[in-house]
């Protein structure tokens, strides 16, 4: 297996969380955010962007990150918060959320993707967004496996509810057996009303 190196901070010295999110594709569920501080010196050779780690490396890597890290946080934004923010402010509210909750407080914040906004103290000079940030730093790569594994067992939880959905298989994506399920039985309160894929938007004939 090719080993993977992760760069294990932006500027030494300095607390660092990672933040990253899971769920902005699916059609139900909430979008849940992670936000981790991991020690400078944190190493494991399965560590990466969560998609590209299997089922099982993740659920492996997640209780040595909780153990590890110097603090983490979980956060999850519902259905309908999601249709108020739209999918891109709801997944960085709860990114937000999450570091909020860590204790030490970060004095920098390393945030996967291209868009965030300042809040608190974390003014524009105290945090950067990172293209492709969780295969290019521990912390946001720790923190994606954190987002998608509470996700998926969240996920899993709620198909218990609505068996009818494959949510257990689908995590809510928009898979040809979810779409067929919600042209069958409608949607649910945890489906996001705000978008859909086209195989369920209205015909004009």
């Known amino acids: 297996m090719k080993e993977i190196r992760l760069r294990p901070f932006r500027t030494e010295g300095v607390v660092e969380a990672g933040c990253d999110e899971a769920g902005r594709g699916p059609l139900a569920g909430p979008v849940f955010a992670a936000a981790v501080i991991l020690p400078p010196d944190f190493y494991h ?7 590209q780690m299997t089922e099982h490396q993740r659920e492996e890597l997640r209780p040595i990150i909780e153990k590890e890290a110097i603090a983490w946080a979980v956060e999850e934004v519902s259905a309908e918060e999601i249709d108020k923010l739209n999918i891109l402010w709801a997944s960085v509210t709860g990114m937000q959320r999450a570091v909020l909750r860590l204790k030490p ?9 291209p868009k965030f906004r300042p809040f608190a103290e974390y003014t524009r000079e105290k945090y950067e967004t990172v293209v492709h940030g969780d295969a290019t730093y521990a912390s946001i790569a720790a923190a994606s496996v954190l987002a998608k594994t509470w996700r998926d067992e969240y996920m899993v939880k ?13 995590k809510g994506y928009p898979t040809p057996e979810h779409i067929a399920a919600i042209k069958k039985y409608g949607y649910t309160k945890h489906h996001r009303k705000s978008f859909h894929p ?4 209205p015909t004009l004939f």
């Open 45 to 51: 050779p399965l560590l990466n962007d969560s998609k």
């Open 105 to 113: 407080k970060p004095e920098f914040l390393l945030i996967d993707g």
């Open 158 to 170: 709620l198909a218990k509810e609505f068996p009818q959905y494959g949510w257990e298989t689908n």
């Open 198 to 201: 086209k195989e369920l938007e």
